[in-house]
């Protein structure tokens, strides 16, 4: 049986009862209103202080969108967050997670849904790139595209004969 206090993966607030949607890891990171939450909570932190502060914060964005695009089980949302989201509809995934807590068993969405892409992962990277540099303002100017991230991992897996 699922847990009676469901808690939101994006805020890490408790849920009241009966709130909540269920969506896939995919449909998470596709979303540009997901990214647009992640910066202005400033989850990055503060580079104020660190050389290179630019390249260090593309390194981070890097390594958050790589982590939480290998996350296996469904998220959890708080009604407040999918709202900020706005950009996934929230019929479906609010039936799945009334019938999850029913029932404690994963919804087909979220157990057949498939994991991202190297694709999906630099388009997150670029969503999430573009989403802090609104949030920071002019202060800070990253350089980084989609296509740097696949030429990267290019790289990273270029194996000379």
Same mark, same amino acid.
């Given at each position: 049986?699922?847990? !009676?206090?469901?808690?939101?993966?994006?805020?890490?607030?408790?849920?009241?009862?009966?709130?909540?949607?269920?969506?896939?890891?995919?449909?998470?990171?596709?979303?540009?209103?997901?990214?647009?939450?992640?910066?202005?909570?400033?989850?990055?932190?503060?580079?104020?202080?660190?050389?290179?502060?630019? &390249?260090?914060?593309? &390194?981070?964005?890097?390594?958050?969108?790589? *982590?939480?695009?290998?996350? !296996?089980?469904?998220?959890?949302?708080?009604?407040?967050?999918?709202?900020?989201?706005?950009?996934?509809?929230?019929?479906?995934?609010?039936?799945?997670?009334?019938?999850?807590?029913?029932?404690?068993?994963?919804?087909?969405?979220?157990?057949?849904?498939?994991?991202?892409?190297?694709?999906?992962?630099?388009?997150?990277?670029?969503?999430?790139? !573009?989403?802090?540099? !609104?949030?920071?303002?002019?202060?800070?100017?990253?350089?980084?595209?989609?296509?740097?991230?696949?030429?990267?991992?290019?790289?990273?897996?270029? *194996?000379?004969?």
């Amino acid at each position: 049986m699922p847990r !009676k206090k469901m808690v939101c993966d994006v805020c890490n607030n408790e849920c009241k009862k009966g709130e909540g949607h269920i969506l896939p890891t995919i449909e998470i990171i596709k979303s540009p209103g997901y990214w647009n939450i992640v910066a202005s909570y400033g989850i990055m932190l503060d580079l104020s202080k660190i050389r290179n502060a630019e &390249k260090e914060m593309v &390194k981070r964005i890097i390594e958050t969108v790589e *982590r939480l695009a290998s996350f !296996k089980s469904g998220w959890w949302i708080c009604d407040s967050c999918m709202k900020k989201i706005g950009d996934i509809d929230p019929g479906i995934p609010r039936e799945d997670a009334q019938e999850y807590l029913k029932t404690g068993v994963t919804p087909l969405l979220v157990a057949l849904a498939p994991e991202p892409s190297e694709m999906d992962v630099a388009r997150a990277i670029g969503m999430a790139v !573009k989403a802090y540099q !609104k949030t920071m303002g002019s202060s800070y100017t990253l350089h980084f595209t989609e296509s740097d991230y696949i030429l990267q991992k290019m790289r990273e897996n270029f *194996r000379p004969r």
